[in-house]
């Protein structure tokens, strides 16, 4: 990481030059808010040249190749390989006079470029000749479609590996839309006719695309050098083969539907995030709304920091259209104190047995099961968008609220002397999913096959722990260890009744059979 003091500071950091470097593998779906490089505050002179990031998987959110962070300005990035990123190639929180030229981006996460906030007065971007080749999610997410962005974007192309020209949206725009902004006037949607990309061989067949925009071939051999052991050990198929060493898949990018905790194989369940932290979440008995298990969180101290309080997280990417959020809750402990958020747009805070929403309260009691539902419109940052809120029947609505998208809702334990129980949670919305989500959520359902991410969960009685009772498709397969010899000690015990019955019957026939000679005698 780069790192300077303040923002847009122009003499701390100056002509910095990041080179030649080989960064794979990081993250393995533990860490998030990383990087290939990461860059926080730097300014000109920062030059990001021939480098190859890739295969950056984070556990939940902000997995990026290149990451300039806050107020990075005069960032140069030129004849970069990045490729296999959890969440986004590119990544830029504010920033200035950023330029993207000649880079090669493939194979992202839920977006191709991500950019948070425009900070307007500048010039932001300057992308030119560069190949987005995507499989999944988005090119543009973020602020790329505020009509008072000062940036330049022509001369590059783009492909969607699977669905071709269809598969190809600019933020909410086709091409036409897109053009009409200025914006890529002079590019293409074609394939850039690459070698073997599924292999992740990035040079060409042919170079009669790549021409088009004036693309310069670079040299495609990055990090290590020196002697042949540390070229091996650093280049071996045992170390960058993708399919091989891949932790987990990319995050579902779309989520709707509900969930009771019942069931292990739970398709939206699994698409959720559980993340502990220092508490402990389990599925439970103890206190259930509706079937037979509910999410319990143990007791849990007050974090020093958000990302640290154990939670349960939705990836949504809603974008128009309306949400609903709903979950039942029960807390055992009035002041126990619990977060909803909606990616940082929105919170809304449970505490002391009340919500405040515009300087109205809403109530709810300790020891009971009480019911939350969040309404929420979506669509364009320039637009006033409302939300409503009920609990427990009683309802405000119209309050206003601007933003893009939603990314993900979350609800966390901030801090909580008890237990505190969720059951039958619901994200839903009348946003219609893109075939490009659908796309990706189908392949990485296939990826995740039988996710085991609940596989592991014990429900919780008192202070015992007791294994879950098997759910009805595990009944289906056949009759357990136990079971079968519980049935074979069975028949035997049946099968010697019926000897000794046999025994017994035979001996007692003959008694009577010799009585009845002894009584008829012969004359």
């Known amino acids: 990481m780069v790192k300077a003091h303040s923002k847009y500071d122009m003499n701390t950091l100056r002509k910095i030059l990041i080179q030649d470097n080989h960064v794979h593998h990081i993250g393995f779906a533990i860490n998030n808010d990383i990087g290939g490089i990461q860059v926080l505050m730097a300014t000109n002179g920062l030059i990001i040249n021939h480098n190859h990031f890739h295969d950056i998987w984070t556990e939940s959110y902000a997995g990026h190749g290149i990451y300039l962070g806050s107020a990075t300005a005069g960032a140069i990035c030129t004849n970069n390989l990045v490729h296999d990123t959890s969440v986004s190639f590119f990544k830029i929180d504010l920033g200035m006079e950023t330029t993207l030229e000649n880079n090669i981006w493939a194979f992202g996460g839920s977006y191709g470029f991500a950019w948070t906030t425009n900070i307007k007065e500048y010039h932001e971007f300057s992308i030119h000749r560069n ?64 070698t073997d990309p599924d292999n992740r061989i990035f040079t060409f067949k042919s170079k009669d695309v790549i021409n088009k925009i004036g693309f310069e071939v670079f040299d495609l051999t990055f990090g290590v050098t020196g002697e042949q052991y540390w070229l091996e050990l650093a280049n071996g198929k045992e170390n960058n083969n993708f399919h091989a060493n891949q932790v987990s898949p990319p995050s579902i990018f779309f989520t709707s539907g509900t ?75 009035i002041n126990n104190q619990i977060q909803i958020y909606f990616d940082s747009f929105l919170y809304i805070t449970l505490s002391s047995g009340k919500i405040t929403v515009n300087s109205n309260q809403l109530t709810y009691e300790a020891n009971t099961w009480n019911y939350l539902i969040i309404n929420i419109d979506f ?122 019955l046999i025994i017994f019957t035979m001996k007692k026939t003959k008694k009577n059979h010799s009585e009845t000679i002894v009584k008829f005698t012969p004359l």
């Open 131 to 194: 190949i987005l080749y995507i499989d999944s999610g988005l090119l543009y997410m973020g602020a790329w479609n505020d009509k008072e962005a000062n940036m330049t974007i022509d001369n590059n192309i783009y492909w969607h590996s699977k669905l071709g020209a269809e598969g190809i949206q600019f933020r909410y725009d086709n091409l036409t839309q897109w053009n009409a902004k200025g914006y890529d006037i002079n590019s293409y949607i074609e394939d850039p006719l690459f």
């Open 379 to 500: 669509g364009d940052a320039k637009t006033k968008k409302t939300y409503d809120i009920e609990l427990n029947g009683v309802k405000y609505t119209g309050n206003e609220i601007s933003y893009t998208t939603l990314g993900k809702f979350g609800i966390q334990i901030v801090q909580s002397q008890n237990d505190t129980f969720i059951d039958d949670l619901t994200c839903r919305t009348d946003y219609e999913i893109p075939k490009y989500y659908r796309l990706a959520y189908n392949e990485n359902a296939e990826l995740l096959g039988t996710s085991e991410k609940f596989e592991d969960l014990v429900v919780i009685e008192n202070e015992f722990t007791i294994e879950v009772p098997p759910n009805e498709e595990e009944k289906k397969k056949g009759l357990g260890t136990g079971a079968i010899i519980g049935i074979a000690v069975s028949c035997i015990a049946v099968v010697f009744f019926v000897v000794l």
């Open 259 to 333: 969930t009771d905790f019942d069931q292990n194989e739970d398709s939206f369940l699994n698409n959720c995030t559980i993340s502990p932290h220092a508490s402990t979440i389990k599925k439970s008995t103890l206190q259930k709304y509706s079937g037979t298990y509910s999410l319990r969180f143990a007791k849990a101290n007050k974090a020093a920091h958000s990302n640290q309080r154990p939670e349960i997280s939705v990836p949504c990417n809603y974008e128009q259209g309306h949400g609903t959020f709903s979950f039942r809750f029960y807390v055992t402990n």
